[in-house]
């Protein structure tokens, strides 16, 4: 007896366990007949649904191919598939196949957690699309397979006693309601579990008592199940709590998220993501993509320290914080914690909602936009000219798809003042272009701060320095914790005379995105440098992974503190990437509000021997 895996990756193994290596479409063939009538199909059936993208006399020469690798590994009368002249056919008597758990799950909670088990891991994973038939059938064989879970669930549902069946219960529930969020039954037995519903999040649902199982989620012919009206809506995914080393009570703060996401699904204008998940994407090493990938429109990151669960929810599309607070976590709080992180949520979500709707759809129906968008943010991590240039490109695809994609405005903005930045050639027309990408970002996007956030960057760099602050002081309203616009703030604060409230501010922008941009260290490193603490500025330098713009602040640092063989390093690094820089052309365009301040550059850039 042989063994068919068809969730994570298709695989066959004998009785020992062992793999028996069959072509991946000969196991894919497999699978395939095992959900056909009769487990038996044409030649001409098997070569369509294989290559359905291909010419029939192609398709039909690919499966000889493939019938001849097959009869090299095994062609006895015990083999897995039956191959005639005209048809193939899987001797289904010699298989046994994990989904088959979903027609015989066994006792009802252990049967329900291990079809839930199962159904965690992708339907034939490892299967690259390679045509539409291939597609297809995965999607309709999930369907199938969700209708079969939620047939379970709502008879194992009626058998739940203890905390930890509650939980196999929810945990498939979740499942269900990922994928459906207009499950109402579903919905309703959740509510109905012990200790999930609580006054002022979930709507009135009747006379209910916490542990019975409403009478519509038992009703299993109540609705058409797994209807698809829920696909276009946002989702929202909380992730699983990091923790600092050394701080415990990590467990206690991912069983409380849990907690939260079971509590969450009562909202139906948003797609709650199931907690298995989460913890996916947590572990995923490129967590951005993963999200993207999932279709997340907002996620809940979280923190533990010894001060507390640090949360932030973000808005993923722009990566704009719509709120962060910090929770303690005490034994006598949890209950309180439990309920505040999901009325902050809930509340949050549903105002950002009605905020966001149009521009979400807008994103959704011009994913390309968005896609070059994502490609010229990443690019400009990095403050060099060419990553600066090639993100501007970028830019302009986003607005060939989409010509009113605000975003698209506000990275264009940022570009052209970045450029002047690095080239310190004090360009005006370069400041001319990033002032009209701001407004014209802000002309479709009245409440996006990021349009205020590039207008206030340029008017400072064209030395209007009030202006600068008020513009950046209305995005911070709009968005008050964005860290992006706080970093923008507190970098017009350094330029308004204002260091200290300057430092303060940066400080904050660091909290709320902890591994820091190089550009809010070198904000860091300048406010540092006018307070004259100039080892704190180097510290901020030295811990910026591209130190290239920071030389000229780090050679007047080190000079400042008589340390001239730093000094001198720096410089010449400076001058290396820019031969031409005039030191009084130079501070001529810096806007700086008050003259100590120029004064105070000046001092540390000539001792440094510019």
């Known amino acids: 007896m042989l063994h068919l895996q068809t969730f994570g990756e298709l695989r066959l193994t004998d009785e020992a366990g062992n793999s028996v290596g069959y072509p991946a479409k000969a196991l894919l063939t497999m699978a395939y007949l095992f959900t056909?009538?009769?487990?038996?199909?044409t030649r001409q059936e098997v070569a369509a649904f294989l290559w359905s993208d291909a010419e029939p006399d192609q398709a039909g020469l690919n499966l000889?191919?493939?019938?001849?690798?097959?009869?090299?590994?095994?062609?006895?009368?015990?083999?897995?598939?039956?191959?005639?002249?005209?048809?193939?056919?899987?001797?289904?008597?010699?298989?046994?196949?994990?989904?088959?758990?979903?027609?015989?799950?066994?006792?009802?909670?252990?049967?329900?957690?291990?079809?839930?088990?199962?159904?965690?891991?992708?339907?034939?994973?490892?299967?690259?699309?390679?045509s539409k038939a291939i597609d297809n059938w995965i999607a309709r064989e999930q369907r199938t397979h969700r209708v079969k879970l939620r047939q379970?669930?709502?008879?194992?549902?009626?058998?739940?006693?203890?905390?930890?069946?509650?939980?196999?219960?929810?945990?498939?529930?979740?499942?269900?309601?990922?994928?459906?969020?207009?499950?109402?039954?579903?919905?309703?037995?959740?509510?109905?579990?012990?200790?999930v519903a609580r006054p002022g999040i979930l709507p009135p649902t009747g006379e209910t008592s916490n542990h019975v199982i409403p009478a519509e989620a038992r009703n299993e012919n109540s609705r058409e199940p797994l209807q698809q009206a829920g696909s276009a809506l946002p989702r929202l995914v909380l992730l699983p709590p990091t923790s600092q080393s050394g701080v415990v009570g990590l467990s206690l703060a991912a069983a409380l998220i849990e907690d939260v996401t079971i509590e969450l699904c009562a909202l139906r204008n948003v797609s709650i993501v199931a907690p298995h998940?989460?913890?996916?994407?947590?572990?995923?090493?490129?967590?951005?993509?993963a999200i993207a990938r999932h279709s997340i429109s907002y996620l809940l990151d979280t923190r533990l320290s010894g001060e507390g669960l640090y949360a932030q929810l973000v808005y993923f599309p722009t990566d704009e914080i719509i709120w962060a607070t910090r929770f303690p976590?005490?034994?006598?709080?949890?209950?309180?914690?439990?309920?505040?992180?999901a009325l902050n949520l809930?509340?949050?979500?549903?105002?950002?909602?009605?905020?966001?709707?149009?521009?979400?759809?807008?994103?959704?129906?011009?994913?390309?936009?968005?896609?070059?968008?994502?490609?010229?943010?990443?690019?400009?991590?990095?403050?060099?000219?060419?990553?600066?240039?090639?993100?501007?490109?970028?830019?302009?695809?986003?607005?060939?798809?989409?010509?009113?994609?605000?975003?698209?405005?506000?990275g264009l903005a940022r570009t052209y003042t970045s450029e002047w930045l690095v080239t310190a050639q004090g360009n005006k027309e370069l400041l001319g272009l990033a002032e009209q990408n701001a407004?014209?970002?802000?002309?479709?996007?009245?409440?996006?701060?990021?349009?205020?956030?590039?207008?206030?960057?340029?008017?400072?760099?064209?030395?209007?320095?009030?202006?600068?602050?008020?513009s950046l002081s209305h995005a911070e309203d709009l968005s008050p914790h964005f860290a992006d616009v706080i970093y923008s703030h507190a970098d017009t604060l350094v330029h308004a005379s204002r260091p200290k409230e300057a430092l303060v501010k940066i400080k904050k922008a660091m909290s709320l995105n902890p591994i820091s941009p190089d550009s809010y260290l070198w904000c860091a490193a300048g406010a540092s440098y006018f307070l004259e603490r100039y080892d704190d500025a180097m510290a901020y330098v030295e811990a910026m992974k591209d130190k290239a713009p920071a030389y000229r602040i780090a050679a007047a640092s080190c000079a400042m503190i008589g340390d001239r063989r730093r000094a001198q390093f720096y410089r010449q690094r400076a001058e290396t990437l820019n031969p031409v820089f005039d030191l009084e052309k130079w501070l001529s365009v810096v806007p700086m509000k008050e003259q100590w301040q120029k004064d105070l550059y000046r001092e540390g850039l000539l001792k440094a021997g510019f």
């Open 36 to 41: 056909c009538k009769g487990h038996a199909l």
């Open 64 to 130: 000889r191919k493939l019938i001849s690798r097959i009869r090299q590994i095994d062609d006895s009368d015990t083999a897995p598939l039956q191959i005639t002249a005209t048809s193939v056919a899987l001797r289904a008597q010699r298989l046994s196949v994990d989904v088959q758990i979903l027609d015989k799950p066994g006792l009802a909670i252990k049967g329900l957690k291990a079809c839930s088990d199962l159904l965690q891991r992708d339907f034939a994973g490892n299967v690259r699309s390679a």
């Open 152 to 195: 379970i669930l709502i008879e194992a549902a009626r058998s739940a006693q203890c905390a930890d069946d509650y939980r196999t219960v929810s945990g498939a529930a979740l499942q269900l309601l990922e994928q459906d969020p207009t499950d109402e039954p579903v919905r309703a037995m959740l509510r109905g579990l012990p200790g």
């Open 277 to 289: 998940t989460a913890e996916q994407i947590r572990r995923d090493s490129d967590k951005a993509a």
């Open 329 to 341: 976590m005490t034994a006598a709080t949890l209950p309180t914690q439990r309920r505040l992180i």
């Open 346 to 410: 809930s509340s949050s979500v549903v105002d950002e909602l009605a905020r966001r709707e149009q521009a979400r759809l807008s994103l959704e129906a011009n994913p390309q936009a968005y896609h070059s968008y994502l490609v010229g943010a990443s690019l400009m991590g990095k403050l060099t000219l060419p990553h600066i240039r090639r993100a501007r490109a970028a830019f302009k695809e986003a607005l060939k798809y989409n010509r009113d994609f605000s975003p698209a405005f506000t």
């Open 439 to 470: 407004l014209k970002a802000i002309e479709r996007d009245e409440v996006f701060a990021g349009g205020y956030r590039e207008l206030g960057v340029t008017k400072l760099y064209l030395g209007d320095v009030d202006e600068s602050v008020a």
